[in-house]
C-alpha cells in the first residue's frame, strides 16, 4: 500500500477530506495520511478508539511517536490525556487500550537507529518559549540530528517571515486556523511540505500546530 508516498510532493489533508477505515482491531479505526507498506509500515495516521478499544501487544520495529488528540491512551506505562507527546524507540513494546476512548496522531517506522530517546510530555503543563516573531511561543518537544518537533502557538494576527524547509515540514494543526499563500487549513488539517519548499505562514484568529522539520527523505 502506498498513500502519499512521494516525499517530494506537497500534501494537504483537511477534516473534510477523512476517510476512516477499519483497523484489524476492533473499535479502532484509521484516516491514512501516509503510508507505504500494508499492516507493517511507515505510516503517518490519525487513529480513533471506542470506549474500551485496544491493540494486541506490539514491538516497535521502527519506533513510534504519538500525541494525544482527545480523550485518554493508556498502556502498561500509564495514562497519557489529551496533549501528550511520547516516543517510543526502536524494540520498545506496550499493549495499548483505552477507557474512555481517544484519538491519537502516530507516526510509525520512522525512528533513526541512533535515536533512542524514551520519554513522555504533558505538553498541557509545560511553559512555552518567546519564539523568532512577535506573536510566536514555542514548545520544544525533541530534537535529534534528523528532526526538530515543537508545539507553536500563534497568537491572533501573527505573522512569521518567508522560509525554506531543509529536510522538509510537517504541521498537524491542533486549534485555530494556520494560512500561508497557499491556503486555510482549520484545526485537524495536516500538512507536508517537500525539502526546500517556501512559504510565508500567519494565522489571522490565531492557532496551536504541532510542527516537525528535517525528516523528510529527499535522496
Aim: glycine share 10%; proline share 6%; charged share 20%.
Amino acid at each position: 500500500m502506498r498513500i502519499n508516498a512521494d516525499f517530494t510532493k506537497r500534501v494537504v489533508v483537511r477534516p473534510d477530506d477523512y476517510n476512516w477505515v477499519s483497523s484489524p482491531a476492533a473499535g479502532v479505526e484509521r484516516m491514512m495520511l501516509d503510508r507505504i507498506g500494508d499492516e507493517v509500515a511507515r505510516a503517518t495516521t490519525i487513529v480513533r478508539f471506542t470506549p474500551g478499544s485496544y491493540f494486541d501487544a506490539h514491538t516497535h520495529d521502527g519506533g513510534e511517536e504519538y500525541l494525544v488528540l482527545e480523550g485518554t491512551f493508556s498502556d502498561e506505562s500509564g495514562d497519557y490525556p489529551a496533549g501528550s507527546y511520547v516516543r517510543n524507540p526502536i524494540g520498545t513494546s506496550h499493549k495499548p487500550h483505552t477507557v474512555e476512548g481517544c484519538t491519537i496522531l502516530v507516526k510509525l517506522h520512522q525512528f533513526a537507529e541512533d535515536d533512542t530517546a524514551h520519554f513522555s510530555v504533558n505538553t498541557t503543563s509545560e511553559a512555552f518559549r518567546p519564539g523568532a516573531v512577535e506573536g510566536l511561543s514555542v514548545l520544544p518537544l525533541h530534537s535529534a540530528h534528523n528532526e526538530n518537533v515543537a508545539l507553536v502557538r500563534w497568537a491572533p494576527g501573527t505573522q512569521f517571515n518567508a522560509h525554506q524547509h531543509w529536510g522538509g515540514e510537517e504541521i498537524f494543526v491542533l486549534d485555530g486556523t494556520f494560512e500561508d499563500e497557499h491556503g486555510r487549513y482549520p484545526k485537524g488539517s495536516w500538512l507536508r511540505s517537500p525539502h526546500l519548499s517556501q512559504h510565508t505562514p500567519f494565522s489571522k484568529e490565531g492557532c496551536l500546530i504541532w510542527v516537525k522539520t528535517g525528516h523528510l527523505p529527499f535522496e
